[in-house]
T-cell receptor, first 112, second 115 residues
Framework: QKEVEQNSGPLSVPEGAIASLNCTYSDRGSQSFFWYRQYSGKSPELIMFIYSNGDKEDGRFTAQLNKASQYVSLLIRDSQPSDSATYLCALYRGTGRRALTFGSGTRLQVQP | DGGITQSPKYLFRKEGQNVTLSCEQNLNHDAMYWYRQDPGQGLRLIYYSQIVNDFQKGDIAEGYSVSREKKESFPLTVTSAQKNPTAFYLC??????????????FGQGTRLTVV
């Protein structure tokens, strides 16, 4: 089982809709979770991170964390064509290896 | 401007040749990382360093070597032992204090191709 699992997509949504991106993880000791956006050929850029159960909102983005279910998601409201990219979920364990572990990413396509 | 600089942006390696990828940061971060990304894949950890003169292997360290002689610099050498080095290489840095809740900042990447 991979430490961080994401559906590779593509996830296709119409412009203005809500895009829902999901990520599951296997290590219950994982402390914090990060969502990065990566455009083709570019380096990842942070959208937001979350470490407490519940929701965290930042503009059009909402991260949701459920540690009991080992599940983290990212909602993008009012999706725009410029949101079309690959979204990488990453976690930080906090013990043992002190580095981010990434999922393989979900490709999002927002149709105009 | 503070940030992470990777060079070169594109690099071509002949079979059996060692090449070194540069990564420099002026963010005063203690921790630095090297990741490899293959097409359609996520990032895989090669090596990381939490402090000068110390580094640890990641998931795919075989065929790679690093050094951390200065806080600002974390060069990665791709040796001839790495049989399939063609990939996109990303360097990142992160503060150590409060590190669980701080983001990793990435350089612009080096695209390495074997010719």
């Amino acid at each position: 089982q991979k430490e961080v699992e994401q559906n590779s997509g593509p996830l296709s949504v119409p412009e203005g809709a809500i895009a829902s991106l999901n990520c599951t993880y296997s290590d219950r000791g994982s402390q914090s979770f990060f969502w990065y956006r990566q455009y083709s050929g570019k380096s990842p850029e942070l959208i937001m991170f979350i470490y407490s159960n519940g929701d965290k909102e930042d503009g059009r983005f909402t991260a949701q964390l459920n540690k009991a279910s080992q599940y983290v998601s990212l909602l993008i409201r009012d999706s725009q064509p410029s949101d079309s990219a690959t979204y990488l979920c990453a976690l930080y364990r906090g013990t043992g290896r002190r580095a981010l572990t990434f999922g393989s990413g979900t490709r999002l396509q927002v149709q105009p | 401007d503070g940030g992470i600089t990777q060079s070169p942006k594109y690099l071509f390696r002949k079979e059996g040749q060692n090449v070194t990828l540069s990564c420099e940061q002026n963010l005063n971060h203690d921790a630095m990382y090297w990741y490899r990304q293959d097409p359609g894949q996520g990032l895989r950890l090669i090596y990381y360093s939490q402090i000068v003169n110390d580094f640890q292997k990641g998931d795919i360290a075989e065929g790679y070597s690093v050094s951390r002689e200065k806080k600002e610099s974390f060069p990665l050498t791709v040796t001839s032992a790495q049989k399939n080095p063609t990939a996109f290489y990303l360097c990142a840095s992160k503060p150590v204090l409060g590190t669980a809740n701080t983001e990793a900042f990435f350089g612009q990447g080096t695209r390495l191709t074997v010719v």
